[in-house]
């Protein structure tokens, strides 16, 4: 009888477990391809701006702390699409596709176009509650009013994403990211260094026209930014309508008005996603705010910890955007016992992934750290920090990959839920308590390393309650 469910498992693994591991995998790396582009992007400001003047810098870094949570609130909330046509493709309902997209993209113009006129017309009371220093501050506003114009372009890409994904087809948002980024570069150059910074660079032979452009630092860096933008969404849309991979659901053979059963299907499901994302990225930006008072060594150590985590966080994330397509390509099928087998190996790949992020971690943190600074104390303390992130690899691949199983299921308002408790509530909070006052007849205040504790805390209260829910509503579907 032993033997007999022994042989069992090894047939369930290899017709079902592994097929199901590479297809996903399959699906993820080109994603985690995108991710890396797209931050790409961000960096390159960052690099180019800081070798111009330190007030560029600061305005862009400024600016970008406003804009980049509100473009991941759109990015969030248009993700809702991904689960919705991987339904629809697993059940072959093609013409239900169509509409679903279309309904998308409004959704995702008044999204790009509200965040354009907020960018526009509200940051300086924002600056000013900040104390931001004034030419920073104008240089900052310069900076989002460029930007703003590329937000309803950046949205309207990441609806034509979510349709290439949900449709199985990861790669082209790979190519398209990159594309954005080598239309980023070249133009950051131009308009933030000016036709006088293009002739030191190639020498003679700069066209005059090119020679007149002026130096615009910050605010060139915005316009760079939003014609990589549209370029993205363009190039985007173009394939879309050229590629053979969606033939089937005739995306731009005739349009659909705007349909209120549509929008609200988007919005139930993905206005939730937005604001577990925004929860997530206000953590670490108030948890940047509480370390700033601890001091220059710890703030540089606190981001260089969180900078290089923050990339091999990548790989997992990207692997709970692919299981969110799986789990809803299999349900489409109207297969739910399949489903839970997807969702559930998901998980299990999630973990040898974690584990894998552990130990690349442990071993290159040293050497990675001594490329971010020379300093031995800040380097010191920024180990000790990514001991403690080598720690919680695990639960954060863990969470991250059980709300993606369960966006499959079309399942956001409770991991929203969830979310907010265990980010702000026991994240936040508990680490804010640790950091600033310790634990009473204990200890003494922990510092930086009470708030990644606390980030410990948060990210292992939402794997245990998402992996309850995952459990709960793979056994009622």
């Not at 731009?252 to 499901?269: D, M, S, Y």
Request: net charge positive.
């Amino acid at each position: 009888m032993e033997s007999l469910s022994l042989a069992r498992f090894a047939n369930d693994i290899k017709t079902t477990y592994w097929p199901e591991t590479r297809a996903l995998i399959a699906l993820a790396l080109p994603i985690c391809g995108a991710q890396l582009a797209q931050a790409g992007m961000g960096v390159v400001d960052v690099m180019m701006t800081g070798r111009f003047n330190a007030t560029s810098l600061a305005a862009v870094s400024v600016g970008t702390s406003l804009w980049a949570p509100l473009m991941l609130f759109m990015t969030g909330t248009l993700m809702g699409l991904t689960p919705i046509v991987a339904y629809h493709l697993g059940g072959q309902r093609n013409d239900a596709i169509r509409p679903a997209v279309h309904q998308g993209l409004w959704v995702a113009l008044v999204l790009g176009i509200i965040a354009a006129i907020l960018l526009r017309t509200s940051v300086m009371p924002i600056f000013e509650l900040m104390d931001v220093p004034a030419q920073v501050a104008q240089d900052s506003a310069a900076y989002l009013s460029a930007v703003a114009f590329g937000m309803p372009g950046i949205a309207l890409f990441q609806v034509l994403r979510a349709f290439s994904d949900g449709m199985n087809h990861t790669r082209p948002s790979l190519w398209i990211s990159v594309i954005g980024l080598l239309v980023n570069i070249p133009a950051n150059y131009l308009l933030i260094y000016g036709g006088d910074g293009l002739v030191d660079l190639l020498g003679s032979g700069v066209p005059d026209s090119l020679q007149q452009i002026p130096a615009m630092g910050a605010f060139g860096c915005g316009i760079a930014t939003a014609i990589s933008m549209w370029t993205m969404m363009f190039t985007m849309l173009l394939y879309t309508r050229r590629g053979r991979a969606y033939k089937n659901v005739s995306l731009w053979h005739r349009f659909t008005p705007p349909q209120l059963a549509g929008i609200k299907e988007l919005i139930f499901v993905g206005m939730p996603i937005g604001v577990a994302i925004f929860v997530e990225v206000t953590l670490f930006t108030l948890i940047a705010l509480f370390v700033a008072s601890l001091g220059e060594v710890t703030v540089g150590a606190h981001q260089i910890a969180l900078s290089y985590t923050s990339i091999l966080f990548m790989l997992p994330l990207s692997l709970s955007m692919a299981l969110t397509v799986r789990v809803g390509n299999t349900l489409g099928r109207h297969r739910p016992s399949l489903a839970r087998q997807v969702a559930w190996n998901g998980v299990v790949v999630s973990v040898l992934i974690a584990a894998f992020n552990s130990l690349f971690l442990w071993v290159t943190a040293k050497p990675v750290i001594a490329l971010y600074t020379s300093n031995s104390e800040i380097q010191a303390l920024a180990l000790s920090i990514v001991a403690l992130a080598v720690i919680f690899q695990l639960s954060d691949s863990l969470q991250v990959n059980l709300a993606g199983a369960l966006r499959g299921y079309k399942d956001t308002r409770i991991v929203m839920v969830i979310t907010v408790l265990s980010y702000w509530i026991v994240g936040l909070g508990g680490g804010h308590w640790l950091g600033a006052h310790g634990i009473n007849g204990v200890s003494e205040p922990l510092g930086v390393h009470g708030y990644w504790i606390g980030l410990i805390a948060g990210l292992s209260t939402a794997t245990v309650l998402l992996g309850w829910r995952l459990k709960w509503i793979s056994r009622q579907e």
